[in-house]
């Protein structure tokens, strides 16, 4: 079907389009320009001496690898054509043991580049696609994932691109391959396909290619394996208990130890030199806190807590300092250096800590901007809906709904700096943690397993009702807005709601038939919907019933649908048939489609489209006359 129905990018309308409103200007000190000319910083990866940092920086329509001194200094550019990527999926660049070269994806291939300088070479023809290459210690071998005969394999080369050996095959997909420190060994994760909500992982023997299961369990999510420097053990999470926890796996043991009982989700953990800690990032309620795991006493110490998120923390080979990632709904991505002694207790001071990098251009540091707050709400159940509510310094009374995507993602103390200006304009915002989120415990991430656009469409309507309750919102002037699984909540929230409490929606790539995109869509994404509702020809009723383009005869008030012709995630056709269906139901909607363009906007041209689309069509909708 995709290859018979050919899209061109368009604009389509039924109903008097959301013009700019000239009475309306946008607040002091903004610009569309500033939004769209931030540079996102991210990815950073540390040399073997500590001494330098290669991060991945967006510029328009590419995100090319950089180089600079952890001491500070002016960036060295490594590649010069790697096409844009959204961040979430890119993977780190990592470097050779001796520390003279990277190895990176860049489309569906892997490349290695000197770091002396010289054009990248891709070493990675014998795959259609392949990722997440690791090193040998001698900084020739690779241990990479490919992509073949409708499985994610593990092969061995080189950094020449030499005839592969295939490590790790099987029934499921074989992903995040992690060598030991003498190169001996190979920890994964394989996701089997007779169980898509498990991850086990295991081991092979690199000479003889034999293979064990060190940990893994019904129905039960073990991954992210570490070996320590010694190669004595294996570090890694796993979510038995509820939450995705840090265990420990002596490599001659085969009981793992569990060592931190947080009831909070980790992740990003890291060894230090000496192997006795473990650096790691700890989710509070969608806060992102730098921790150390004390491996001897079972004891987490809160490093950084800020608001915000912590990523990607790496140990210098001293163990003296950490290299690590962070950002907030204040402030833009950089990389930081944090200077640490492991022994002590409490939190870093900040005179320990030094801005590697600087990515906000000083008009944006003239502005104010939000920070939310964390609340709860009920829904129709009686279940408390955890959300971020952002509160204008200067309400306009009206307010925006916005479920994540996902589902199984989070509402994060993030930065997004479109959703500053339209508070900044004097919307409230509400990002909602509906049923099915992340953050909260396995138990409340499965609560809309098999029940896609039920529950959790009705968390987004009783967010709705919660905005009611505050003093500065008129009930009467609230939308929803969502990307990805928030689009199609989206639209099942305008489609299924009879109290039509909603005055307009925006579905960004979002979709209304669930069973075509499962079938249209990429092969993981068909199994990450398998993954939570079956597969339809086991499962057909949820997947009938959790599409809203059955209910579009229901949608009394205007939807504005934007969608990137390149998306394999939710397919562009997605759009198509819910437009189809809107114009023979004579609703009135906004539609418009994006060349060039994937699941998530990257091309400079294309944001600014998305964004003034819509801020024309709040204002259009959800602003009132205000004259005299």
Same mark, same amino acid.
């Given at each position: ?165 295939? $490590?790790?095959?099987? %029934? &499921?997909?074989?992903?995040? =391959?992690?060598? +030991? /420190?003498? !190169?001996?060994? @190979? ?115 809160? $490093?950084?807590?800020? %608001? &915000?998120?912590?990523?990607? =923390?790496?140990? +210098? /080979?001293? !163990?003296?300092? @950490? ?131 039920? !529950? ?173």
């Amino acid at each position: 079907m995709s290859e018979e129905i050919k899209l061109t990018e368009r604009y389509e309308r039924n109903g008097w389009p959301s013009l700019t409103r000239p009475d309306l200007k946008p607040p002091q000190g903004w610009d569309m320009s500033l939004l769209t000319g931030f540079n996102r910083i991210y990815n950073h990866s540390l040399s073997p001496d500590g001494k330098y940092i290669a991060f991945i920086w967006n510029h328009d329509e590419f995100s090319d690898i950089y180089l600079m001194p952890v001491e500070g200094g002016w960036p060295e550019r490594l590649t010069f054509e790697r096409r844009a990527r959204q961040y979430w999926w890119d993977d780190i660049p990592r470097w050779s043991p001796d520390g003279k070269w990277l190895v990176f994806d860049s489309g569906k291939h892997v490349f290695v580049v000197p770091i002396t300088g010289g054009t990248p070479k891709k070493i990675t023809d014998f795959a259609s696609r392949a990722t997440t290459a690791h090193w040998l210690p001698d900084s020739h071998g690779l241990i990479l994932s490919v992509e073949h005969e409708e499985s994610e394999k593990i092969l061995l080369t080189d950094k020449l691109g030499s005839w592969p050996y295939e $490590l790790a095959a099987g %029934p &499921g997909d074989n992903r995040d =391959p992690e060598p +030991s /420190p003498d !190169g001996k060994w @190979v920890a994964y994760v394989q996701r089997p396909f007779n169980d898509l909500n498990r991850l086990d992982v295991h081991l092979v023997d690199v000479a003889s290619g034999q293979h064990r299961l060190l940990v893994g369990a019904p129905k039960q999510k073990n991954f992210s394996p570490r070996w320590s420097h010694d190669g004595t053990k294996i570090a890694f999470l796993s979510d038995r208990t509820g939450f995705d926890e840090v265990y420990l796996l002596p490599f001659d043991d085969e009981e793992p130890q569990q060592i931190t009982k947080a009831k909070m989700d980790l992740l990003d953990i890291a060894w230090s030199p000496d192997d006795k800690w473990l650096v790691a990032t700890m989710n509070k309620d969608g806060a992102l806190g730098l921790v150390l795991v004390d491996l001897i006493n079972n004891k987490i110490r809160n $490093l950084k807590t800020k %608001p &915000g998120i912590y990523s990607n =923390p790496q140990w +210098s /080979p001293g !163990g003296d300092f @950490v290299t690590v990632e962070f950002l907030s709904p204040q402030q833009p991505p950089d990389i930081y250096r944090i200077d640490i002694i492991p022994g002590l207790d409490g939190e870093i001071p900040n005179e320990n800590i030094k801005q590697l990098t600087f990515s906000t251009p000083p008009a944006l540091k003239q502005l104010r901007m939000v920070m939310p707050d964390r609340i709860r709400f009920k829904s129709f159940d009686g279940q408390d809906i955890p959300a971020l509510l952002y509160k204008p310094y200067k309400p306009n009374g009206a307010a925006i709904v916005a479920p994540h995507g996902g589902p199984r993602d989070q509402a994060l103390f993030d930065w997004d700096v479109f959703t500053q200006y339209l508070i900044a304009k004097g919307y409230t915002y509400l990002e909602v943690d509906y049923r099915g989120s992340t953050g909260y415990g396995r138990q409340y991430e499965l609560m809309n397993q098999d029940d896609w656009g039920k !529950g959790d469409t009705n968390d987004c309507l009783m967010a709705g009702n919660y905005l009611d309750t505050l003093r500065w919102v008129d009930k009467e002037r609230l939308a929803i807005m969502g990307l990805s699984y928030g689009g199609y909540l989206t639209i099942c929230s305008l489609a299924r709601d009879p109290e039509h409490r909603f005055s307009c929606g925006i579905a960004l790539y979002g979709d209304a038939d669930v069973y075509s995109s499962w079938a249209l869509s990429e092969r993981d994404t068909r199994l990450y919907t398998e993954m939570q509702i079956g597969h339809p020809a086991k499962n057909r009723r949820a997947y009938l019933d959790g599409s809203p383009v059955h209910q579009v005869k229901h949608i009394q008030k205007p939807l504005l649908i934007l969608h990137g012709l390149e998306d394999d995630i939710v397919p562009p056709y997605a759009s198509e048939e819910l437009v189809e269906s809107l114009r023979k139901n004579d609703k009135t909607y906004e539609y418009k489609t994006y060349s060039r363009e994937s699941h998530g906007f990257l091309r400079r041209e294309s944001v600014l489209d998305r964004y003034t689309r819509i801020e024309r069509f709040l204002d259009w909708y959800l602003m009132p006359y205000t004259g005299d």
